[in-house]
Each structure stands twice: as C-alpha cells, then as structure tokens.
C-alpha cells in the first residue's frame, strides 16, 4: 500500500481530473462518460464515489452505488504510474464499508471484461463472476 495516498469522496471540482483519469488509465469509455452524468451521479451517492489522491493529483477513482437493496461497483480506474500498489484494493475496501454502513449485504461489480486486468482484479478481490445472471443493457 501507498502511505501517501489518502481516499476520499469526489467532489464536483473534481470531474475534470476524473475525466482525464479515466483517459490516462486506458479505461474502455463509456456513454455517461461526461461531466453531466457524473453531477447527476454526485447529487445521488456522492459519498459513494471515492477517489484515491496524491497530494493534489488524482490517480485513482471507483464509483459506488446504493439502491436500497443491492450495492454496485463501476469505472474502477488507477492511473498507470501507481498501479500494483494496492490502490484498486484500498478503493475496493473503502466503498465496500460504506455500503455495509448503508445495510448493503450484497454488492455487484460492473467490469468490461476486455478491459486488460480486469477480470484478474476483481477476482482477486474475492468477487466472482455471476454465471446465473446476464446483463440486458439500453442506451437512452
């Protein structure tokens, strides 16, 4: 683990640098990949939306989710000099325990799985992948 890296919750002024890490990170892109989406998604789980910090850099990001029933996980992204030092892993915990304080007994992990690494990490994070269910999806 990094001693230096503190996680803390995103904040608006903070979308740009989000943006760019995702980009620096080489994450597949998505279509709420967009300043106003992730407003929206700060107005609803802002405190579930954790980033990892270096000083005043951003170099890691994970989204969480709450729906009164099950927790979700997204857009899990290190940047490319910090990785394999246990950042992924500490976003993962931390995001985690706040669902667990929201009452979350069951969390789901979205993961393109042709992302390089992917799979590999949430696996070893304990998460497996659900061979019962598929994911029907709609772009609106």
Request: with cysteine.
């Amino acid at each position: 683990m990094t001693a230096d890296i503190t996680i803390r919750p995103c904040r608006f002024e903070d979308i740009p640098a989000v943006l760019k890490l995702w980009i620096d990170a080489d994450t597949v892109p998505g279509p709420t990949d967009h300043a106003a989406a992730i407003e929206r998604r700060l107005q609803r789980d802002g405190e579930l939306f954790v980033l990892a910090v270096d000083g005043a850099r951003i170099v890691g990001s994970l989204m969480g989710g709450w729906n009164g029933w099950r927790g979700d996980m997204a857009r899990l992204a290190v940047h490319p000099d910090y990785r394999r030092r246990g950042i992924a892993r500490q976003l993962i915990a931390e995001v985690e325990t706040r669902l667990r304080d929201l009452g979350c007994s069951r969390i789901t992990s979205l993961v393109f799985i042709n992302e390089p690494g992917a799979p590999e990490l949430w696996s070893n994070a304990g998460y497996k992948p659900d061979s019962e269910i598929g994911r029907y999806y709609r772009d609106l």
